[in-house]
């Protein structure tokens, strides 16, 4: 009988991943609320403010349909660590930036992060969960980035009210505890092909 147990490493691996859509999907939903406060705080029009958004969810978008692409060109690992990466150079630019055009390319910068890290946990469910499970981890998957847009708006609404709209970013523990969690059980477990930069070169 096929071993229907799920591993310890992989509970780690997908709770990883997980985290890290979390973060970009609450962050997310969280930024609408505050866009009041940065019209005023920067002087930018409310055209200006929802690129915010729609340039974080073009980047989503854009980088999403290439994960099948980036689990067969590079590690898991790898692919893992420079979306969690990403994500964070993206969060902390957006913490410190003093004007609307970093903030704006702190947002390009997690969107990439997100679309790599959304599909890659259902990657490692759907590869390395035990067939018999599956279907309880996708749920538990889906719950997880589920969450974060039902709880998004009202933590923006509390982070703007109570502190300041920066904190809506303020999830760097989060993601370097899921950075850490990533790099200790994350496992390759199927191939991949490198990009070869030079084919066709004698």
């Known amino acids: ?14 709770l990883a991943t997980g985290l ?12 609408n609320v ?16 929802q690129w915010l958004t729609t340039i974080y969810l073009l980047m989503v978008a854009t980088v999403v ?14 692919v893992f660590l420079t979306a969690n990466l990403l994500f964070i150079t993206g969060v902390v630019l957006d913490l410190i930036t003093p004007n609307f055009s970093l903030l704006l390319i702190g947002r390009v910068i997690q969107g990439l992060g997100t679309g790599i890290a959304l ?12 067939p018999q499970r599956t279907g309880f981890m996708i749920g538990v998957g889906t719950l997880i980035t589920a969450i974060a847009p039902a709880i998004g708006p009202t933590f923006g609404g509390l982070v703007v009210a109570n502190l300041s ?12 505890f899921s ?10 477990t199927t191939q991949f092909k490198r990009l070869n930069l030079i084919s066709g070169v004698s």
């Open 179 to 188: 950075l850490i969690l990533g790099l200790f059980t994350i496992k390759q």
């Open 34 to 49: 505050a866009f009041p406060t940065l019209m005023t705080q920067f002087k930018v029009s409310t055209n200006t403010v």
């Open 165 to 176: 709209w920066r904190y809506i970013f303020a999830f760097l523990p989060i993601l370097i």
């Open 65 to 78: 349909p290439l994960s099948a692409n980036l689990k067969r060109a590079f590690k898991t690992r790898n």
């Open 1 to 14: 009988m096929a071993n229907q147990k799920i591993s310890a490493k992989l509970y780690g691996a997908i």
């Open 119 to 130: 599909p890659l946990m259902f990657n490692i469910i759907l590869e390395q969960v035990p």
């Open 20 to 31: 890290m859509s979390f973060c970009g999907v609450i962050v997310e939903t969280s930024m």
